[in-house]
């Protein structure tokens, strides 16, 4: 990750923990219910290329308000 100004530290950081598979997999360990967790193949774990943002999110604003796109 480069050094510089940081824009979007919220997506900084989430990039950087989860761009190494072995960061995620403790990451989210620690945080989901072993409810859940248990029925994961972690072996599966990989970096994908890309970005995956759901539309419906993109069209909300850093306060959480919805807006419209042009």
Do not use: Y
């Amino acid at each position: 990750m480069a050094d510089g100004p940081i824009h979007q530290p919220h997506d900084k950081l989430v990039k950087s923990t989860f761009s190494d598979p072995d960061n995620a997999r403790a990451f989210l360990e620690g945080h989901l219910p072993g409810k859940l967790t248990c029925h994961i193949d972690w072996t599966t774990l990989s970096l994908a290329s890309g970005s995956f943002i759901d539309p419906e999110f993109g069209r909300i604003d850093h306060r959480g308000h919805r807006g419209h796109r042009e």
